[in-house]
């Protein structure tokens, strides 16, 4: 069931406010625990040559774990290794005729990049990636590698409707007769606060008072849930649809949301509190993998590590100052998408001064 409040649109004033007030990331020194974490990560995930093995989808690379790589590498202060996942994603799965990247790489065929379709997601990591390399190591390159590919990623992906800009979850393949499909988990708050500091003069305010408004509407089912996809019809007051291509689940997209809202302090927000709400049922003894937002029916197994360690960050968050997020180790997940989640709690907890107890 959707929701049958109606927000408003973002105005102007509010659109000029939207400036998240989100840590840069990297701005905290990860603490001695978090470094042991990154080594296990990089030593279980990353290639000699700097490709990020997703594990748990036949060992393929993506943008979004090239981004993730960068990401931890920059945060935790391995420059080495930050090289080495730079120059395998520029050398790979980086786009001719603009500074975007193929958004998947399939190791072992005649042609491992077999859709040139970006995705945003994982553009976004890679500026966040640059920028934080940036602040740590001060390279000018770095800051205009990221400012490059933000640049390409507004003008490919940037669209402007009714109820304010989004970007597309990639430059092909999301514009439909009936309205923009949209994929909640790619409105990165805490990155669109990066570039409001580096791009003062860019959109990233009214992208992030957007997807504000955007996420309080789309929430489903009996928890008020978001969607791991989303379309945003072409009339503003229009209800959300979710698209028959995929799947109506809150499920491995969607978990995202709430650590972005938590990262960006949002602790507040409906869809963070729904999420919580939805983890914390007490008709279950775990967190299900993944619930159904039109049945209600949940998966029959339980959430990943990294999904509940999101769950743990939201609640503390909540609760507010002084709470306490007990966390596992990543060799504690079985594969990389859980292990990726697992770490990137670990430097949200560390941005956000959020007190970590090893678990």
């Not at 077999?114 to 990636?129: K, Q, R, S």
């Not at 490059?148 to 003008?155: F, G, N, P, S, V």
């Not at 949209?182 to 959109?203: C, D, K, T």
């Given at each position: ?15 000029r406010?939207?400036l998240?007030?989100?840590?840069a ?7 001695r ?23 748990g ?6 943008s979004e ?21 730079l120059?395998?994603?520029s ?14 790489y ?24 640059l ?10 390159r770095h ?11 507004l003008?490919?992906?940037l ?21 923009l ?5 790619y ?7 990066e ?14 008072a ?30 959300l ?5 995929w ?18 302090g ?12 939805f ?33 743990a ?19 504690d997940?079985?594969?990389y998408?859980s292990?990726s989640?697992l ?10 001064g959020?007190p970590?107890?090893?678990?």
């Amino acid at each position: 069931m959707l929701f049958s409040h109606r927000d408003h649109p973002p105005g102007r004033s509010l659109r000029r406010r939207a400036l998240l007030l989100a840590p840069a990331l990297g701005a905290a020194a990860p603490a001695r625990s978090d470094m042991a974490e990154w080594r296990a990560w990089h030593d279980r995930f990353v290639t000699p040559d700097g490709r990020v093995r997703d594990t748990g989808n036949n060992g393929i690379a993506h943008s979004e774990g090239q981004g993730w790589g960068l990401i931890f590498s920059a945060f935790f202060g391995d420059r080495p290794a930050f090289e080495r996942i730079l120059a395998w994603t520029s050398r790979r799965l980086r786009r001719p005729g603009d500074r975007l990247h193929a958004w998947r790489y399939r190791p072992g065929l005649a042609q491992p990049v077999d859709d040139p379709n970006n995705a945003t997601d994982g553009d976004l990591y890679i500026v966040w990636g640059l920028l934080a390399a940036h602040r740590r190591w001060g390279d000018a390159r770095h800051r205009e590698g990221a400012l490059a590919i933000a640049r390409d990623l507004l003008r490919l992906t940037l669209r402007e409707t009714a109820r304010g800009p989004f970007l597309l979850p990639g430059a092909a393949g999301f514009e439909t007769p009936e309205g923009l499909v949209l994929n909640p988990s790619y409105i990165l708050l805490p990155v669109f606060a990066e570039l409001s500091r580096a791009m003062p003069n860019g959109p990233w305010q009214a992208l992030s008072a957007a997807g504000l408004d955007l996420l309080r509407r789309a929430r489903f089912g009996a928890w008020g849930l978001s969607p791991d996809w989303v379309l945003q019809p072409h009339a503003p007051d229009a209800p959300l649809v979710l698209p028959a291509r995929w799947p109506p689940r809150f499920s491995y997209d969607a978990v995202r949301v709430p650590l972005m809202l938590a990262w960006a302090g949002q602790a507040t927000h409906p869809a963070l509190l729904g999420a919580v709400a939805f983890w914390t049922d007490q008709r279950w003894p775990q967190p299900p993998a993944w619930v159904d937002l039109i049945s209600g029916v949940p998966a029959e197994y339980g959430a990943s590590v990294g999904a509940r360690a999101i769950a743990a960050f939201a609640s503390a968050r909540i609760a507010g100052r002084g709470a306490t997020v007990s966390l596992p180790s990543v060799n504690d997940s079985r594969d990389y998408y859980s292990a990726s989640l697992l770490l990137l709690v670990r430097a949200a907890c560390a941005d956000s001064g959020t007190p970590v107890a090893d678990g």
